[in-house]
């Protein structure tokens, strides 16, 4: 077993939460929170691997072959379909506050009420 997609894993969340941090733009942020949540995906691919394994759908596999979990592809692929769902609502919402707004720097949004 190696370290290195959970490694690569961290670095890409920290660089991702590093871009959340020092944005002054709602839109670079959205972008910079779908690359944190692309770690989950190398987290996730890195945490079902097997060496040697095999796709669990082959019916000529004989029971003692090693297989990868499909469970934890069905997770990432389901992860993969939130993140693009929330990056897309987050946009839209941003697109309205543009609208109503002008600006999308969160510092110059102070007069927001509920």
């Known amino acids: 077993m190696t370290i290195l997609p959970y490694l690569a894993a961290g670095w890409i969340f920290l660089a991702g939460l590093y871009g ?3 944005s002054r733009n709602i839109i670079r942020t959205i972008g910079c929170l779908s690359v944190a949540q692309s770690a989950t ?3 996730l691919l890195a945490i079902g691997y097997r060496r040697g394994g095999t796709a ?4 000529d596999a004989s029971p003692r072959s090693r297989v990868v979990d499909p469970v934890v592809q069905a997770l990432t692929l389901t992860d993969v379909v939130v993140g693009a769902t929330v990056t897309a609502l987050l946009l839209a919402l941003a697109i ?3 609208k109503r707004h002008g600006t999308l720097d969160p510092d110059a949004l ?3 009420k509920g």
């Open 20 to 22: 959340m941090v020092t």
């Open 96 to 98: 309205q506050l543009r």
């Open 110 to 112: 102070t007069g927001l």
């Open 56 to 59: 669990p759908v082959f019916s």
């Open 41 to 43: 995906y190398v987290l």
